[in-house]
T-cell receptor, first 110, second 116 residues
């Protein structure tokens, strides 16, 4: 079974800290990885995509991919209360459709 | 960027009636679109994969006769909830991926369905 695993949280961090969100996947054939942010009552919003090993930075967000360890992470620097949301990790296993983890709730306290 | 429009955003209907939800890709073509359902405080659940010009593929446990999907063009997929019941009340979200490129899937804004 092709799975994407995330800790459900909540992950609580103070404002200004670095939030680290982690995700593992089971299918070694996965080539594409995504992080989505979902605010309560809203639909998911794509915030990062990563396809090759290493780091990819976009503003305060850094996605990290380690295919050997089958591990994807998202770092949020200078966390803000507005970053409080559920973060969904997703992977495309082989030629299958996008597979989501259950999401990690992030709470950033002022 | 890729934009997916979904409407209505909210709908309240009576038990036994049918509701149609539309999902449009505005600036790209999508041969495949996806329909999800999300109950409060739960994760996204993929209901079905909508394929342009062919029958939809439903996930296990999803009644295809109750949730009718039509993907008549490269930019439009519709989900019709037939004979709706209160237990069908949920947040329905569509998503699409551009036919070309390997970018992430874009989600519509979702439809909050309440069956009374």
């Amino acid at each position: 079974q092709k799975e994407v695993e995330q800790n459900s949280g909540p992950l609580s961090v103070p404002e200004g800290a670095i939030a680290s969100l982690n995700c593992t996947y089971s299918d070694r054939g996965s080539q594409s990885f995504f992080w989505y942010r979902q605010y309560s009552g809203k639909s998911p919003e794509l915030i990062m995509s990563i396809y090759s090993n290493g780091d990819k930075e976009d503003g305060r967000f850094t996605a990290q991919l380690n295919k050997a360890s089958q591990y994807v992470s998202l770092l949020i620097r200078d966390s803000q209360p507005s970053d409080s949301a559920t973060y969904l990790c997703a992977a495309v296993p082989g030629y299958s459709t996008l597979t989501f983890g259950k999401g990690t709730m992030l709470l950033v306290s002022p | 960027g890729a934009v997916v429009s979904q409407h209505p955003s909210r709908v309240i209907c009576k038990s036994g009636t049918s509701v149609k939800i539309e999902c449009r890709s505005l600036d790209f073509q999508a041969t495949t679109m996806f329909w999800y359902r999300q109950f409060p405080k739960q994760s996204l659940m993929l209901m079905a994969t909508s394929n342009e010009g062919s029958k939809a593929t439903y996930e296990q446990g999803v009644e295809k006769d109750k949730f009718l999907i039509n993907h008549a063009s490269l930019t439009l997929s519709t989900l019709t909830v037939t004979s709706a019941h209160p237990e069908d009340s949920s947040f329905y979200i569509c998503s699409a991926k551009p036919t070309r490129g390997r970018g992430g899937y874009t989600f519509g804004s979702g439809t909050r369905l309440t069956v009374v």
